[in-house]
């Protein structure tokens, strides 16, 4: 595997952060729509939405392990 560098890590995980987003966004899509939806179409919809979060959220606490907070911000630095 290639590495990555600390800018190609930031514009994966917001890329990760933004479908993390899209994703519940979906799940809340669902659960408005529970009339038109089979109970078990339902089940197996949230199931998938939940196991491809779980994915992202893996690949998110990765690079947040990987990465160091090399931008310490300035507000932080005053407290």
């Known amino acids: 595997m ?3 560098t600390p800018v190609t890590l930031r514009q994966r995980k917001s890329e990760i952060e933004i479908t993390l987003r899209y994703l519940e966004n979906q799940r809340h899509e669902m659960e408005d729509n529970l009339r038109w939806v089979g109970k ?3 089940q197996s919809r949230v199931a998938f939405l939940n196991e491809i979060a ?5 690949e998110l606490a990765e690079i947040n392990r990987t990465t160091p907070d090399s931008e310490p911000r300035s507000s932080d630095k005053s407290r």
């Open 40 to 42: 078990a179409a339902y």
């Open 54 to 58: 779980g994915w992202y959220r893996a």
């Open 2 to 4: 290639q590495a990555k």
